[in-house]
């Protein structure tokens, strides 16, 4: 059971789950207009932690008048960029500030490590805030020199301006929850916008505490949050006062919302699924590249968009390595994220466990073969072996789709044909890691693979200042660096005729 009194659990902790949470619209935390609630579930053991409101369509609504009138007439619009900075540098101090607390509310509703998710995701939350701040003062338009040949001796001083979007829906999923909201809140901020976020059914503890965070920070309505099911995040994608979209999740219901967006033709950006290889050469460094490529689909429990989970070792070493693989996977810890020691948590619900273990059985049933794992973990909670699977053929279910857990196919490759032709076999193209010592090949072969991000002897090594997105069906647009900017401005070009 999950004993939310713990003293393992701050206090702080303990109140903010000991209540119903409410949607933040306005600079007001409200129930739904339906008086409807939903609860969410401790992965690790199945046990209810509490109930949140269960906003909808007329919750949108709301949420969206409250962000319209910000945009246009509260004090927001009317800061200066250095103001504007200072208050987005806030919300990155506080995370610091509270990051104990944020930590053990992610790994008690998502099940993730607490370590991981004070020394990753928290951190990296806070440093999103504060790169965008950065970034306030430093959004520019540039002069043209404009020729206009048909007023021959005309004279003309011509500029452009990037503006902001408008009002910004952000969709965000249950994988990464609190870093999602902060791979996309600050940069809407930075630009001037405003924002309606909704976060996952299944884990919206951390977004409601950082939209109390915000909402001691930024003026009301700059920030509102609609929690709820697929029927809010469809409300946002289709509501005509939505100037732009982003969603994080499914490829599958990215398509849904490029759909609903078209009624007034909002901007879309989508960050969507991926099927990630991995392309092990026989000159790698083994001892690095054992736990890089296992690391690689382990992390977060192999809930990971650009989790490397199809891996392709030249066939020289690939008895050996893959030996190895599993041996390393069969020995990760197993428990509870709030368990300091775990390794490998739970995945984030019933239905995943049972997508994840559905895949697996239908591989062995395809003819794969597991080196390690296949099986459910105990009887309580959500928690899934490890698992290796060789003897992979193209077609196969678990080598086609993404499972979202920790399963990993492996195929081998001869050096004369190479991996290529079978790492670009996907829909997808998000993440991509090489492994080789030799740095001409290194660079080749990344040039030659469609993905968004490749990584050459480390693998998950993003950076703030990166751009991240996907080829193919993994996305539309970048997140993180400059490139994210583009997604919230717009371009507005003047010329005046002196």
């Known amino acids: 059971m999950t004993d939310l009194s713990s003293p393992a659990l701050l206090k702080s902790v303990q109140d903010f789950v000991s209540t119903e949470r409410k949607l933040l619209i306005g600079g007001e935390w409200l129930p739904a207009l339906s008086g409807e609630a939903f609860t969410t579930y401790d992965p690790a053991t199945g046990v209810r932690i509490t109930d949140v409101a269960r906003g909808g369509a007329a919750d949108v609504d709301r949420a969206v008048a409250a962000a319209r009138k910000a945009f246009e007439e509260g004090p927001w619009p009317r800061l200066t960029p250095s103001e504007r900075q200072r208050l987005i540098w806030r919300i990155g101090d506080a995370l610091l500030d509270r990051a104990e607390e944020f ?17 990753v995701d928290v951190a990296w939350a806070a440093d999103l805030f504060h790169y965008y701040a950065g970034w306030t003062t430093k959004i520019e338009g540039r002069t043209v020199p404009v020729s206009v040949p048909w007023v021959p001796g005309g004279q003309f001083h011509a ?69 709820g099911f697929g029927d809010a995040g469809a409300a946002i994608s289709a509501h005509e006062g939505v100037d732009k979209v982003a969603f994080t999740g499914s490829t599958e219901v990215g398509k849904k919302i490029v759909a609903a967006a078209g009624g007034n033709l909002k ?8 099927k990630s290889p991995q392309i092990v050469y026989a000159d790698a460094d083994l001892d690095l590249a054992v736990p890089g490529t296992a690391n ?77 794992g296949g099986n459910q973990v105990g009887d309580q909670g959500y928690y899934v072996e490890p698992t290796v699977l060789v003897d992979v053929k193209p077609d196969m279910s678990v080598v086609r789709e993404e499972i979202f857990g920790p399963v990993v196919v492996a195929a081998p490759f001869s050096a004369a044909r190479g991996a290529i032709p079978e790492a670009n076999d996907s829909p997808y193209g998000l993440a991509a890691g090489v492994w080789t010592q030799d740095v001409s090949k290194a660079h080749r072969i990344a040039s030659e693979l469609q993905a968004g991000t490749v990584w050459v002897n480390c693998y998950n090594a993003f950076d703030t200042a990166l751009p991240f997105g996907g080829y193919k069906q993994s996305g539309w647009g970048r997140e993180l660096g400059e490139a994210a900017l583009d997604q919230y401005t717009q371009t507005k070009a003047v010329n005046i005729q002196l």
């Open 296 to 372: 690689a689909w382990l992390f977060n429990h192999g809930q990971c968009c650009v989790a490397g989970t199809r891996l392709y070792v030249e066939d020289s070493i690939f008895a050996e390595f893959t030996r190895r693989v599993a041996d390393f996977a069969s020995q990760v810890k197993i428990g509870p994220g709030l368990d300091p020691a775990t390794q490998l948590g739970p995945l984030v619900s019933q239905e995943q466990l049972d997508r994840v273990t559905g895949f697996i059985r239908q591989g062995l049933a395809d003819g794969a073969r597991a080196l390690t």
């Open 103 to 119: 930590a053990q509310l992610e790994a008690l509703d998502n099940g993730k490590s607490v370590a991981v998710a004070q020394g």
């Open 159 to 227: 500029y452009t301006l990037r503006e902001p979007v408008g009002v910004c829906g952000q969709i965000i999923p249950w994988n990464f929850p609190l870093l999602m909201a902060a791979f996309k809140i600050p940069a809407a901020l930075a630009a001037g916008n405003t924002v309606v976020l909704k976060p996952a059914e299944q884990t919206p503890l951390t977004a409601l505490l950082l939209g109390e965070v915000i909402n001691e920070i930024l003026p009301p309505g700059v920030v509102n949050i609609v929690t």
């Open 267 to 274: 901007k879309v950006s989508l960050e969507l699924g991926g």
